[in-house]
């Protein structure tokens, strides 16, 4: 029987136990909250629905009903992955909005707020990430629907001792004060021990191999993985989760090559890969933004947006500035990358194309296939 491949079965082989995000979380309290202070009693467990369809159930472990407003807490499982929020009780405050103000959030206790621009957040806004918001806008509408309400609710999400959590997190230095960001794309966390996730792409590439396939993606998660699909049409067994292991990913297809290889990122991550880093997570690398300045000056950046990329506050903030200006960033940082993937992979036959894009999934950079032989 054939081996199958792809992310699912990276994450088998890698025999790590995912977990759940601060969003998911947050979206099972939310959902037993609202439940409660329409009915009077708590779901428990509470199941949810994932972006990609999962269903996971969640215990509560924290509960609370008064006249006004109900309130459920759901413990975090991190799973296998280190993650500084392990074990962290993420609770949802629920009350009744004004009529027609749909699903408001507000930071609770442990909940950072933005005060920076560079975010996919307005500043003021509390830290709670895009996808998780759909994901709760989503769970009230679902318990509205069941019991006849108008689903005009105010979300207060807290964390317990979120704020001295987030003093081991980049929150302070984005401007994320006062606690912890409310996060995830998926629900899931994914987990990377080092030895056992370089294992499952080894696994993935040879599963790859096998089945014929002439063209692979190294993606660094879903949202790339999807837009990697999207432009390429790539089947799910030439699908590599890469994760921060850009490494891993060239040095084995150096050794056991394919036709071609596309490498799909965030910007940020693979600004990084651009400046010569081949481990993208941010405790080991990180976003050097002087770098970035320089690509914009070499692509035509006057000298006020070239300072003003080296302040940014994040590379979004960076991409954004140099769009708006018709500096071509995205495609500088997306052609240093192939640079450094093709010095690993000299020798090889490989030729190489990147995909940037932005937190929505929207490309913001491209380089063509390009093979070590072509190479000026």
Request: charged share 20%; aromatic share 4%.
């Amino acid at each position: 029987m054939a081996e199958i491949g792809g992310r699912a079965a990276q994450l088998r082989s890698s025999g790590l136990r995912h977990g759940w995000t601060t969003g998911a979380c947050a979206t099972a309290a939310t959902k037993a909250a609202y439940t409660a202070l329409l009915t009077g009693g708590f779901p428990d467990p509470v199941t949810i629905t994932l972006p990609k369809g999962q269903q996971p159930a969640f215990a509560l472990a924290v509960e609370e009903l008064a006249d006004d407003r109900a309130m459920a807490g759901v413990v975090k499982d991190a799973g296998d992955d280190p993650d500084v929020t392990h074990g962290a009780l993420i609770r949802s405050t629920v009350r009744r909005g004004e009529p027609g103000s749909g699903v408001v959030f507000r930071a609770g206790p442990g909940v950072g707020t933005v005060t920076k621009a560079g975010l996919p957040l307005a500043v003021g806004e509390p830290a709670v990430n895009p996808v998780p918001r759909q994901m709760m806008r989503d769970a009230v509408a679902e318990v509205a629907a069941v019991h006849g309400d108008g689903g005009d609710v105010v979300v207060e999400l807290s964390v317990d001792h979120g704020e001295e959590i987030a003093r081991s997190t980049w929150n302070p230095r984005l401007g994320i004060l006062g606690g912890l960001s409310i996060l995830g794309t998926t629900g899931i966390v994914v987990p990377y021990s080092c030895s056992a996730w370089i294992d499952s792409i080894r696994r993935g590439v040879d599963v790859a191999r096998a089945a014929g396939r002439t063209h692979v993606a190294g993606c660094t998660g879903s949202t790339s993985e999807k837009v990697a699909v999207a432009v390429h049409g790539l089947p799910e067994d030439a699908l590599l989760d890469m994760g921060d292991f850009a490494g891993a990913v060239l040095k084995y297809l150096k050794r056991h090559p394919v036709a071609r290889l596309t490498i799909a990122g965030g910007f940020a991550k693979l600004s990084k890969l651009a400046a010569g880093h081949l481990d993208l997570h941010s405790a080991r690398s990180q976003v050097d933004k002087g770098y970035l300045a320089g690509l914009a000056r070499s692509g035509g950046a006057g000298p006020e947006l070239v300072r003003a990329v080296a302040e940014a506050n994040t590379a979004l903030e960076a991409i954004q500035l140099c769009r708006a200006a018709g500096v071509p960033l995205g495609d500088l940082v997306a052609r240093a990358a192939r640079a450094t993937a093709l010095d690993v992979l000299v020798g090889s036959p490989v030729a190489v194309d990147v995909i940037c894009i932005d937190r929505a999934g929207v490309i913001v950079g491209r380089a063509e296939p390009l093979g070590p032989a072509a190479r000026p």
